[in-house]
């Protein structure tokens, strides 16, 4: 019997670099992600501080046309958090199908490396009984020759 070979190596290799690439994918869609929730939470952070800083000078005297400014650079912050939340979401929505592309890519890997060791304890088990073989022919030679 000839040495252990599983005709589905090149199967098993190509599975691994795909879920390789799969992993590069998920790895970029989470970083893309993790930046577009730091632009949301930069634009929150200078709206409130806006909001704020607003909310000090109507302490004080204030220009009627600052506070105009304010309210108007503030709607417009507002407005680009919402812009930014629907970035967000896509992005969480991207992020999700890498993740489910990956998970399906680890199974295919996992289902033949399951098949690739099922065959080497096939082969393993084949073996053994070939040389269970030689061995009872050899005992069965020495009994016939006394």
């Known amino acids: 019997m000839g040495r252990f070979q599983f005709r589905m190596d090149n199967i098993l290799s190509l599975r691994q ?9 998920y790895g970029e869609a989470n970083r893309k992600l993790q930046i577009e929730k730091q632009k949301k939470q930069k634009l929150i952070d200078e709206t409130t501080f806006f909001s704020n800083h607003l909310c000090e000078k109507m302490k004080d005297q204030i220009v009627p046309s600052e506070i105009i400014s304010y309210n108007q650079y503030l709607k417009v912050l507002r407005r680009k958090t919402v812009e930014q939340d629907k970035v967000v979401q896509k992005a969480v929505n991207n992020t999700e199908k ?12 996992k289902m033949l490396e399951s098949l690739k060791e099922k065959r080497w ?15 009872d022919e050899i005992v069965s030679f020495k009994s016939k020759s006394r």
Do not use: C, G, H, T
């Open 17 to 25: 670099k795909l879920e390789d690439k799969k992993k590069q994918e």
């Open 98 to 109: 890498k993740r489910e592309e990956l998970l399906e890519a680890v199974k295919q890997r």
């Open 121 to 135: 304890i096939e082969y393993k088990e084949e073996l053994n009984r070939e040389e269970q073989k030689i061995i």
